[in-house]
């Protein structure tokens, strides 16, 4: 047990992610939609404005790394864009990989020795963002309808190929492409490239498929009781 706490990062990650969960089970019982989204709001405007602040002021910033081209943390900035023009239209995207995205960040940490307070702070705030916009997605009813399931997968190859190409271009490593994730987390129990790379896409599909029956259940059941 000992051995996969410290793989998974340790005694603190286990604690962080502990304080995280039930913070989260604690809106998903007791807020409501509107506080929820007042409450993400602050927490996404917070996340990145001192991220990305700090990182500057302390000439930290590499843009082969800090970049918000991982998955996780495009997909938090297009809440924000959601959110700042008004629009739903990205929701069902936005929910596809936050679910699986959120889980996944949560439970592996990617930090190392070298990673400074405000990048665990962000890295861990992210994706607890996911999570909370996603209860909010339930919470309010929407649906995710099979084209959108569909657009969500082209939209993700499309970022996918990008990331491939500018990790080609710049020698970095979004998205995984040239090397495992860095820190302690799971993927230290996976093959090395390129196998580990099915695996995760493999992860990532049936992350998508149990998110889509997951909200297509919670739509069908609410439309039942009504």
């Known amino acids: 047990?000992?051995?996969?706490?410290?793989?998974l990062g340790g005694k603190s990650h286990l604690l962080t992610l502990i304080i995280l969960v039930l913070h989260l089970l604690f809106l998903?019982?007791?807020a409501n939609v509107t506080f929820s989204e007042k409450l993400?709001?602050?927490l996404l405007s917070f996340n990145i404005l001192s991220y990305y602040s700090i990182l500057m002021m302390t000439n930290s910033f590499d843009f082969k790394i800090h970049l918000p081209i991982h998955l996780c943390y495009i997909t938090?900035?297009?809440i924000i864009i959601s959110y700042i023009f008004n629009t739903k239209y990205f929701y069902p995207w936005i929910v596809l990989n936050g679910l699986g995205g959120g889980i996944s960040g949560l439970l592996n940490s990617i930090m190392v020795e070298d990673s400074v307070p405000i990048?665990?702070?962000h890295h861990y705030l992210s994706h607890f963002n996911l999570l909370l916009f996603v209860v909010i997605f339930i919470k309010s009813k929407?649906?995710?309808?099979?084209?959108d399931f569909l657009k969500s997968i082209i939209l993700n190859?499309?970022?996918f190929c990008t990331a491939l190409s500018f990790n080609q271009f710049f020698e970095s490593n979004y998205w995984f492409t040239k090397s495992k994730?860095?820190?302690n987390n799971l993927s230290f129990f996976f093959p090395e490239r390129p196998y580990y790379l099915f695996m995760f896409i493999g992860i990532g599909l049936v992350s998508y498929f149990a998110t889509y029956f997951l909200i297509k259940k919670n739509t069908s059941t609410n439309e039942i009781n009504n």
């Not at 047990?1 to 793989?7: A, K």
């Open 181 to 183: 994730p860095s820190g």
């Open 28 to 30: 998903i019982k007791y």
């Open 119 to 121: 990048e665990y702070v």
């Open 40 to 42: 993400l709001k602050l």
């Open 1 to 7: 047990m000992t051995d996969i706490i410290n793989v």
């Open 142 to 147: 929407f649906h995710i309808s099979k084209i």
């Open 157 to 159: 190859l499309l970022i």
């Open 76 to 78: 938090e900035i297009f």
